[in-house]
């Protein structure tokens, strides 16, 4: 058992399935009250009543103040996992852009301005932000997803140097494909990309909470992911021939 979160008040968002409720089955076998939270309310209730959470569904960025609640005035960990896999070039239409931002960044700035004053009082709280590793690098196909989620890691960075000192722990998750019904809505780039790699949601959950127990803000629940990371880094315009390479076989794959 990881002692840091047994007995906490947990939220995870977009739990209704795949990462989120891995997620909120070991939070909660680990110890944890936790909050389900899913758009999806027949979701939310089907996972909370599995692991013996409350579900509070609806829209990710409107639900601190009724899951605090739920949990009897305290939030201790945050998991801003909601999110939206969205394709497309630059020529996506402005409202796939619009809800790309909202879902996959501005859900966790408004979740982290919501939280922030009452973790600050008490000098403790976790936010975990599920990025993915389209958020340290990049997928081909999908514009909206990959900019956004470039969004979402930086201002879980920017949490985490901003508030260390102050006792708030900020983890950033950044896998690469997972088998979740998120994978299979990415169609043939997924297909090349992601899917020969997956690994499963409850992969993804072990991966956390090794990374909580040594204390670790970036989460790889693909170790490769490390490599690759550094490569970019060390010689982008190498690295974005090679992305161009695989663009061009998804091109020819039709």
């Known amino acids: 058992m990881v002692e840091a979160v047994q007995g906490a008040g947990v939220v995870v968002t977009g739990a209704g399935g795949g990462i989120g409720a891995?997620?909120?089955?070991?939070?909660?076998?680990?110890?944890?009250?936790?909050?389900?939270?899913?758009?999806?309310?027949?979701?939310?209730?089907?996972?909370?009543?599995?692991?013996?959470?409350?579900?509070?569904?609806?829209d990710a960025s409107a639900i601190v103040t009724q899951a605090r609640d739920a949990l009897g005035g305290t939030v201790d960990?945050?998991?801003?996992?909601?999110?939206?896999?969205?394709?497309?070039?630059?020529?996506?239409?402005?409202?796939?852009?619009?809800?790309?931002?909202?879902?996959?960044?501005?859900?966790?700035?408004?979740?982290?301005?919501?939280?922030?004053p009452d973790w600050l009082e008490r000098g403790r709280g976790r936010f975990v932000s599920t990025v993915s590793a389209a958020g340290l690098l990049t997928m081909i196909g999908a514009a909206p997803y990959s900019v956004t989620k470039h969004g979402a890691y930086a201002?879980?960075?920017?949490?985490?140097?901003?508030?260390?000192?102050?006792?708030?722990?900020?983890?950033?998750?950044?896998?690469?494909?997972?088998?979740t019904?998120?994978?299979?809505?990415?169609?043939?780039?997924?297909?090349?990309?992601?899917?020969?790699?997956?690994?499963?949601?409850?992969?993804?959950?072990?991966?956390?909470?090794?990374g909580i127990e040594e204390d670790r803000f970036l989460i790889l629940p693909h170790p490769e992911v490390s490599g690759y990371y550094e490569a970019r880094a060390a010689d982008p315009d190498h690295w974005l021939t090679s992305m161009n390479h695989l663009q061009q076989k998804w091109e020819a794959a039709g």
């Open 22 to 58: 891995a997620l909120a089955r070991r939070f909660a076998a680990e110890g944890a009250r936790v909050v389900v939270n899913d758009l999806d309310a027949d979701r939310a209730r089907t996972v909370a009543d599995e692991i013996g959470g409350i579900a509070v569904p609806g």
């Open 155 to 179: 201002f879980a960075e920017w949490l985490s140097l901003t508030y260390r000192h102050r006792g708030i722990k900020v983890h950033a998750i950044c896998p690469q494909g997972v088998r």
């Open 77 to 116: 960990v945050y998991c801003a996992n909601a999110g939206l896999a969205s394709g497309g070039s630059e020529a996506a239409e402005e409202a796939v852009w619009a809800q790309a931002w909202d879902v996959n960044v501005m859900a966790h700035v408004r979740a982290a301005h919501a939280l922030l």
């Open 181 to 210: 019904d998120m994978l299979d809505a990415t169609g043939t780039a997924g297909d090349l990309v992601l899917k020969p790699t997956a690994i499963e949601p409850k992969d993804v959950a072990d991966a956390l909470f090794k």
